[in-house]
């Protein structure tokens, strides 16, 4: 399931029809997210590569809110840019429909400045997010595994025609533009 915070900018929303036809009151649609139908479709399709049972939540929300969780479950006080909550567990004899493998919170404006970064679409970066977020639930850990859940990632974005993720970037980052600081 797809949530949208209501404090997320309406320019990052998807447009509506009438929207649409304005083009002039619009930013790019690359800035915007897709529809709630899209993702869901995509988290679907995520999910099952992973192979993670249960249902799943995504929060798609603002830089404050994610930083709130982030000190709240984690003790940083900084907005990132996915977080992962796994449950406690399946249960036994409850079906798979029935069973929530936990939520996903993604900070919309943090995905779209690393989207800008990437040269990629708003809807890319919060694809890659998800499917990062995805791997969490499912208890890998790239911070203690040994590069199993980069392997992990890369072979998934592959299979699921996603760019570089966040796990590559730290270990290969972009080269600085001449000129200007990291």
């Not at 989207?115 to 997010?129: C, D, N």
């Not at 859940?149 to 025609?161: N, S």
């Amino acid at each position: 399931m797809i949530l949208l915070d209501p404090d997320l900018s309406p320019s990052l929303l998807p447009a509506s029809k009438a929207a649409r036809e304005d083009a002039a009151a619009n930013p790019p649609r690359a800035h915007r997210l897709p529809t709630p139908v899209t993702l869901g479709r995509f988290l679907k399709l995520a999910q099952a590569a992973v192979r993670l049972k249960g249902q799943v939540t995504v929060l798609l929300t603002t830089d404050p809110a994610i930083r709130k969780l982030n000190r709240q479950f984690r003790g940083k006080n900084k907005a990132t840019d996915v977080l992962s909550f796994p449950s406690e567990g399946l249960m036994p004899g409850l079906p798979a429909s029935m069973q929530i493998a936990g939520d996903l919170a993604i900070s919309v404006p943090t995905a779209l400045k690393q989207a800008l970064e990437q040269g990629h679409p708003l809807s890319t970066e919060v694809k890659v997010l998800m499917l990062h977020g995805l791997l969490h639930l499912a208890g890998l850990d790239h911070e203690t595994d040994s590069g199993l859940m980069a392997r992990r990632e890369r072979l998934l974005r592959g299979k699921l025609k996603l760019p570089q993720g966040l796990i590559e970037r730290v270990e290969t980052p972009r080269s600085t533009p001449k000129g200007k600081r990291a």
